[in-house]
């Protein structure tokens, strides 16, 4: 455990520099907050992520965010446990007509103002199981989404630029 | 009732085909003599699925290194339930009669498994009703299918007796997206994406597995130089996957300094992936016919480097898991799985590794590279959590030092061969992900399309052991339990 601590003080940390938002995702969601005004959340976002029917890939992607290189909650966005304490319902999969009851319920439970964003190929046109009959359709069938990350699965950095550009768009309006 | 057969009786002396399986057409009392078989012990059930008008059971005896794919004609879809005799056919009985119609006759639980009653032009308000547990004290506790921390969706429910669970049942299949209909009629490029989409962290496996399938149906040969690298890739994929689920069992026991050790290696191993072949996860990179990127050798010199500190951040991460007691009192005896029901199940992975079953596809039914390199399978014994851990920290070490021969090995050539003009054809492979054995079974129609295509994920063996092991734990330890299993569920629920 020492040899931990030892090196943070020696290699220095693993942290990359703050990348800036990313100028498609601050475009986009500029673009969603025109059409529907909303109330000021600061700087600073609690997302709770769904599964709508995701190969897991995304999930693997979104874990990353969290690791020390890319360490997410240094500009105050937060994976929370419960609908309830969310401002970010994060969604990923074609959305499977198994999960869309859950989908609907969890986004249903998650506070006003509210904010989606469908995140890769899957939940933005359902990627390689478009036509699926198992397969409702993208995510923009079923919520309003505000926000589109696409990529099969989007890296770390395309992430953690998109869900910036979220916090840069909210603080202007506030 | 038919006695057991064995399979090498029925097997004999019959050749196998290229892709190292015998093909038996068996009437109803043989299929029901080999399910026998697998419920006696004398040789594992690998798979099962419906195709057109038949059942296909793939059944191995590793000892013997004997495979087969017994392929029975039903009535009408009708045929004798092999679950009825051997329960670890339960859950794949149960989704192929969702999902083809078929009726395993005799089955011993007739509730839907991956049809949810959701499904268009098949809408079913019917309950699911979850398996009686009666006493008193008793209480449930249920959980999902959207979980609270970032992972797939499934329902977990729990009875409990205070602390203490007496009884795990899980409910899977809300991540169903119909892949085999997909692939019914695609090109093998469009299959071939949707594979490498069945269970994303495993894509490596799959697509391999379905390559090789797909190679020994058409008599295709991919060129030594790909299969090396097909190589490099999964065991890149094995150390990125088995450090993140250690970091993840010691994060559920609170000690993230681990954790944030671990996921910093996984990053540092993804993006040495991603330098070298241009994707983290290396999706679509390992194509029937060979490989899709190549490796530089300034990509080698990465790799090496990555093969460097990986040995180091392993070996320090086993000398911090040793020195904390406080983790090893939730690790140790946490989490059991018998011997009896590894074998059973025919458990493949580290879940069966760690209860001292030593299969290992790369091993047991070698392909190549592996049939020419240097490693070993490691086993533990003691079936619980920490065993778990260690036999993936056992694991690593071995992958470490299969890449360095891998890269050691390789010479310059082509990556991929073009494709043969044979139409039709079948074939089946098994290859090893970091979770256990994915088996790959495909069957090309006359126009050169794909007929059909069945992927097994080693999950549909080991989540029916995952509710055994929580059994008489404590509800709190079910995190590290689950952890330690990490289980698939969209390779499982197709």
Redo the contacts between chains.
């Keep these: ?1 020492r ?2 601590l030892l090196d943070a003080l020696f290699k220095g940390k ?1 942290t990359i520099a703050p990348p800036g938002p990313d100028a498609a995702a601050l475009e986009q969601a500029t673009r969603a907050l025109g059409e529907r005004a909303r109330r000021r959340l600061g700087r600073s976002l609690a997302i709770r ?16 965010v ?4 890319y360490d997410i909650e240094r500009f105050g966005l937060k ?1 929370v ?3 309830r304490h969310a401002d970010v319902l994060l969604v990923t ?2 959305v ?7 989908l609907l ?2 986004y249903n439970a998650a506070p006003e103002p509210r904010w989606v964003v469908a995140l890769g190929d899957c939940a933005v046109n359902c ?3 478009a ?5 409702v359709g993208p995510l923009a069938d079923i919520l309003p989404v505000d926000l589109h990350v696409p990529g ?2 989007p ?1 770390p950095l395309e992430i953690v630029k998109a869900l910036l550009a979220l916090i840069e768009v909210q603080a202007a309006r506030g | 009732m038919s006695a057991a057969l064995p399979l090498v009786d029925l097997v004999g002396d019959r050749a196998a085909g290229p892709d190292g399986y015998v093909r038996l057409a068996v009437d109803v009392d043989t299929w029901t003599a080999l399910a026998q078989g697998c419920a006696a012990g004398l040789h594992d059930l690998g798979a099962l699925w419906a195709d057109g008008a038949s059942m296909r059971m793939a059944l191995s005896d590793g000892d013997r290194g004997v495979r087969a794919i017994a392929s029975l004609e039903t009535e009408s879809g009708r045929y004798p339930s092999v679950a009825r005799r051997h329960p670890p056919a339960l859950r794949l009985e149960r989704a192929m009669r969702d999902l083809y119609g078929v009726q395993p006759v005799g089955l011993p639980d007739p509730r839907p498994w991956l049809d949810h009653g959701r499904w268009p032009g098949r809408e079913d308000a019917a309950r699911y009703e979850f398996l009686p547990a009666e006493g008193e004290g008793l209480h449930q506790i249920p959980v999902g299918p959207v979980h609270a921390g970032i992972i797939e969706p499934g329902h977990f429910r729990f009875t409990a007796n205070g602390e203490t669970v007496v009884r795990l049942e899980e409910r899977l299949g809300y991540v169903h997206k119909g892949v085999e209909g997909l692939m019914a009629g695609a090109s093998v490029e469009q299959a071939a994406r949707i594979v490498g989409r069945i269970s994303g962290d495993s894509t490596v496996a799959y697509a391999w597995a379905f390559a090789r399938a797909v190679e020994a149906a058409l008599g295709w040969t991919p060129p030594p130089r790909a299969v090396l690298l097909r190589g490099v890739m999964a065991e890149l994929e094995r150390l990125a996957h088995h450090i993140n689920d250690v970091g993840a069992i010691c994060n559920d026991a609170s000690v993230v300094t681990i954790h944030a050790r671990c996921t910093l290696q996984r990053e540092d191993a993804l993006a040495v992936s991603d330098a070298c072949f241009g994707h983290r996860l290396m999706m679509d990179r390992v194509v029937p016919g060979g490989v899709a990127a190549d490796l530089s050798a300034e990509g080698i010199g990465k790799i090496r480097g990555l093969v460097a500190r990986f040995e180091e951040t392993h070996a320090e991460i086993l000398r911090v898991y040793d020195s904390l007691p406080s983790l090893q009192d939730r690790t140790i005896t946490t989490g059991i799985v018998s011997p009896e029901l590894v074998r059973q199940y025919a458990a493949g992975g580290f879940v069966g590794r760690a209860t001292g079953r030593a299969f290992d596809a790369r091993k047991t039914f070698a392909y190549a590279p592996y049939d020419r390199l240097d490693f070993e399978v490691k086993v533990r014994t003691g079936g619980d959590v920490d065993a778990r851990l260690l036999v993936r920290m056992d694991e690593i070490g071995e992958s470490l030092r299969m890449l360095s021969q891998l890269l050691g090995r390789l010479a310059p050539g082509e990556i991929s061969a073009g494709r043969p003009s044979v139409a039709a054809g079948e074939g089946a492979a098994l290859v090893e992900a970091f979770r256990g054995d994915v088996f790959a079974s495909v069957r090309f129609a006359a126009d050169g399309r794909l007929a059909r295509v069945h992927a097994r994920d080693a999950s549909w063996f080991q989540w029916p052991l995952l509710e055994a092991a929580v059994e008489g734990n404590i509800v709190a330890d079910f995190p590290l339990c689950n952890k330690s299993f990490n289980c698939s569920y969209s390779g499982h629920d197709l």
């Design positions: 455990m040899s931990f693993a992520e769904i599964d709508a029917g995701s190969c897991n890939g995304c999930e693997l992607e979104i874990h990353a969290s690791n020390p290189v994976f446990a419960s609908p999969g074609p499977t007509w198994n999960m869309r009851e859950a319920r969890t990627g390689v199981f036509g699926s009959p198992a397969v099969c699965p890296p």
